[in-house]
Structures are given as C-alpha cells and as structure tokens.
C-alpha cells in the first residue's frame, strides 16, 4: 500500500513550478501567486490524504483547485481582473539577476501579450508550451473533446500573435 | 513572426518559477501541519517498537524494588526465575538462599507491608536453596562455592534474629531443613578434605551435633573455628 504523504510530496515537487506559473501568469504578482499556489497544495493534499484512491490524475486535480482559488480571489476579494501589464515584472523576484537578463524582450512582450488573452486560451498555451501537457490532457481538464481542443489551442495562438502585432 | 518561433519564445517563459527557499519552505508547511497540533509527536507506529522497549525496562526497573503482593512483584519474581536459569547448579543454593535473605531484609525495612506473601516468598526460596544442596556433591565443591553457602547462611540466620525481634515468628520446619542440608554439606565437604589434628577435633564436634539434630550448631561450630 502507498503511503499517500510520499506520494503527494512527490506530486508537489513535480508540480509545484507549473501550478505556481499558472496562477502567477493569472495574478501577476509574487506574493499573491504564492498565497494562492501554497493554498492550492494545502487544499490538495487535505482531499488527497483521505481520498487518494479517487484522484485519477493529481496534476488536473491540482490545476482544477487552483483555478477555482484564483476565480474566487477575483470574485470574493471585488477585485477587477484587469492587469496593469506595464507595472509587473516579467521574473519572480525570487530569481537571480542573471537569470532575469536571460529574458529578452520579445518573451517579455509575450508574457505582457498572454495575460490580456481570454482564460481558455491562455489556459491552453500555458498547459500545451509552458506545462508540456498533452492535447488529450487538457481535453479532460477542459471537458472537450481532443478535436475542440485542438481548434481552441489554434485558435489561441492566433490571437497571441494578433495581438503581439498590436504591441 | 512564425509560429515555431512563437513557440519557442512562448517556452522561455518556463524561466518564471518560484524560489527554492520558498518552495521548501511550503512544503514543509504543508506536511508539517499535522505534527504541529500533535500532543505526543513521537506516538507513530515506527515508534511503537522502541517506546515499549523503554516501557518494559522501566517497570523491570520499577519491579525490582517491589515486594512479594506487589503490583509489580510477578515481573520481579520472572526476573529471578530468570536470572536462576543461567547459574550453575553448585552456585543454586547460595542464590536461593540470598534470595530468602533479600525476603527477610524487605521485612525489616517495612514489617507490616505485606508481610503474609513476604514470608510465603521466603519459604518458597529456603524449601528451594535446600533441595538444590542436597543435590550438589560437596565432595568436589570449590571453596569459592562452599564460602557462598557458608556466608548466606550465616546471613540467613542473623536476618532472622532481626525477624523475631520484630515481633515477626517464622517457622523453624524450612529453615531447619535448609540448616540440615548445609551442616550435611559442610561435613562432607571437610570429609573430602585432608585436615590437621585441629580441624579432625572439629568436624568431629560438628558430626556430634548433627547426630543430636542440632543443625545450626553445626554451623555455628565451623564459623567459629574458621
């Protein structure tokens, strides 16, 4: 029998970075992203100790959770969604300044870009090119079909590029 | 701009993590919880083991002090049979009978606490030490072996004498075989031996007095004239 603390400690260290850029790229902000990511793990795991049996796939349940804390941090808190895009920065400040030079401009307008998209569409291309997420993977999370999801992942990257044309 | 080359600039962004410090630090925040609220944090199932180790050596620890009516004599009395199974069958007696002494010394410190299963314990050992000399051949006894049995023996009738000034009356039926077991004893111990004119005069006394069935005299005689 496994021993659900060792298997959900493996599933926060697989995990932790793509949830914690998933909320972050939605907040745009340190300490919110991290409020909201420790809070993700903390609900995961309170569910995850006593049901473990029952969660098919960890890494939708945790994206599902943390979905849900960011709509609500919106909703409860009367915050508007709108970001001032020009006053984040693009790196956590937890990184090196070294490895903040490493960023070129173009991904920093492409970071600016994805968070003015839609949710869906940022939703896909974070999970598809960020979280190496497969199409049939983020069908299920996403409750469509492969081929929608396939045509919502096209349909993203359009606008992506439509809009870095507009920058 | 090409849409591979969106991509690949869609995946530079895979830079943005959170520090490692923190990453840990929540971790540890996460599973850390339980334990926290944890009134006895060492209670887990790894542990069971070794907290009933500490367990049973503290009431063997406790056991020890214990007399016979006890709570915890029973473990006591398993700690003796224990401790008798690896002596030797000629060191037997003198074990038996410091054990009957050890009896008797607990009276004196607290005469009226439980004295009943004290003394029942008392019996119990001399019957015991006397069984076990008469079995033993002290023709090829060792004076280390032979000094034991003298010395306890002595010590048994001394702690006795404490007894009765107590108040506290032993029966003499146990005490006088165990007496007539070591007289038997010492006199064929000294027969085995070869002895000047001086100590013939006295195993001579001895063997007198135990024909006249005065078994503690025997004793008696020999301690005086070691």
């Known amino acids: 029998m496994k021993n659900p603390r060792k298997e959900f400690s493996k599933i926060y260290d697989n995990c932790i970075e793509k949830i914690y850029r998933f909320i972050y790229f939605k907040v745009n902000s340190e ?26 796939n960890p890494q939708a349940f945790l994206y599902k959770i943390a979905r849900n804390l960011v709509t609500d941090y919106y909703r409860v808190k009367g915050r508007t ?35 003015d998209l839609k949710e869906d569409y940022q939703n896909v291309i974070i999970w598809h090119y960020l979280d190496d997420l497969s199409i049939s993977e983020i069908a299920k999370m996403m409750e469509k079909s492969e081929p929608a999801t396939r045509v919502t992942l096209h349909r993203a990257l359009k606008s992506l590029k439509n809009k870095i044309k507009e920058v | 701009m090409k849409e591979t080359e969106l991509i690949q600039k869609l995946q530079g962004l895979k ?24 009134f006895f944090p060492y209670f887990k199932p790894a542990f069971a083991g070794l907290i009933a180790v500490f367990i049973l050596f503290g009431a063997f620890g406790f056991a020890q002090n214990s007399l016979p009516g006890d709570l915890l004599y029973p473990i006591k009395k398993m700690t003796e049979r224990g401790r008798a199974f690896f002596v030797s069958e000629t060191e037997k007696p003198a074990f038996q009978m ?21 003394i029942f314990e008392f019996e119990a050992n001399i019957s015991e030490a006397a069984k076990n000399l008469a079995k033993i051949d002290a023709t090829t006894s060792d004076a280390i072996a032979m000094g034991k049995i003298i010395e306890e023996a002595k010590r048994l009738g001394e702690n006795k004498e404490k007894i009765e000034a107590l108040g506290i009356i032993i029966s003499d039926e146990n ?41 503690s005299e025997v004793l008696e005689v020999f301690l005086i004239n070691q």
Not at chain 2, 180 to 197: F, G, M, P, Q, V
Request: hydrophobic fraction near 35%.
């Open chain 1, 81 to 115: 969604r709108f970001i001032s895009v020009e006053k984040t920065s693009i790196v956590d400040p937890g990184q090196s300044l070294e490895e903040m030079a490493l960023l070129n401009s173009d991904i920093d307008n492409i970071r600016k870009v994805l968070t």
């Open chain 2, 98 to 118: 410091r054990l009957a002494n050890e009896k008797l010394e607990n009276l004196t410190k607290a005469p009226l606490k439980n004295l009943a299963p004290t």
């Open chain 2, 175 to 215: 005490t006088g075989k165990l007496y007539r077991a070591t007289a038997e004893y010492l006199i064929k111990y000294l027969e085995s031996r070869s002895l000047d004119e001086e100590k013939e005069n006295i195993l001579k006394e001895m063997k007198e007095l135990y024909k006249n069935e005065e078994y």
């Open chain 2, 15 to 38: 830079q943005i993590k959170p520090s490692k410090r923190w990453v840990s630090l929540t971790k540890n925040q996460i599973f850390g919880d339980n334990s926290k609220f944890t």
């Open chain 1, 31 to 56: 300490e919110i992203a991290q409020d909201l990511c420790s809070e993700t793990f903390l609900k995961g795991w309170e569910v995850f100790k006593v049901n473990h049996h029952n969660i098919e």
